[in-house]
């Protein structure tokens, strides 16, 4: 059901990916040792589109918690219907 609120797929970078990605990324945006390695570009091509995936996934949808408050909120970068307008919810614990 849309309203359900479950956990997302496992289609977003996890810590361990992002660390990764982001020291691969950065020996690029330095210049090159001429004496190092040479920079391997099919790598990039071929992991650069996942790591974007991966890292809008994340973004697109995620879940704030604050520490000693007993909510949540849930962001939606993009919804059906609403554009390019980021949207939220707050989740209060339910307290019978």
Known sequence: M???LKDRERD???????????KKCGAL?????????????PFYQKNYPVW?????????IHKVHLVDIRAFWLFHMQEDGKGN???????DEFVR
């Open 12 to 22: 977003y970078v996890t810590q361990k990916e992002l660390i990764f990605a982001h």
């Open 2 to 4: 849309v309203n359900d």
């Open 85 to 91: 307008e980021v949207s939220w919810y707050r989740f």
């Open 52 to 60: 974007s995936a991966k890292i809008i996934n994340l973004l697109n």
């Open 29 to 41: 945006m330095h210049g090159a040792n001429p004496f190092g390695k040479p920079i391997d570009y």
